[in-house]
């Protein structure tokens, strides 16, 4: 490789690439639990219905890892499980000029929440997981 330091290679140990599939657990089994889990007496899997755009492109039938536990960040904005007049919905919800927006994907989607708004934060999604190769 052009640019590329002769002694890297040796300084590197002769690898490349990424580590060891399950280096971290040698000597133990991986267990999701640990990696997704921060809070077990308020995490929920739920299943995704739709799809969205919402962080980052939800398909239906992943797995929205939810904790209950945590406040949504208002300033950056956070994937939330909202109910909205007693329905279960995935929306982004943040904070502009002192008014609560929800967004449930695509362009002017944003709806304000005031104070006759029926809703609550049902619990911050932390994690989605779903499926590369669907065969």
Do not use: C
Not at 30 to 49: G, H
Not at 66 to 81: E, K
């Amino acid at each position: 490789m052009k640019g590329t330091d002769p002694d890297l290679r040796e300084r590197q140990g002769g690898r490349t690439g990424f580590s060891s599939a399950g280096e971290d657990f040698r000597g133990r089994r991986l267990d999701l639990n640990d990696l997704l889990v921060r809070r077990p007496a308020s995490t929920f899997f739920l299943r995704a219905e739709e799809e969205t755009e919402l962080g980052g492109g939800i398909w239906a039938g992943d797995i929205l890892v939810t904790d209950r536990a945590l406040d949504p960040d208002l300033v950056g904005g956070s994937l939330v499980v909202a109910v909205v007049q007693g329905e279960m919905l995935l929306r982004l919800v943040y904070r502009r000029r002192g008014r609560l927006w929800l967004v449930s994907g695509g362009a002017g989607s944003a709806v304000e929440v005031t104070e006759e708004s029926d809703f609550q934060v049902w619990g911050v999604v932390i994690y989605v997981l779903h499926p590369v190769d669907t065969r």
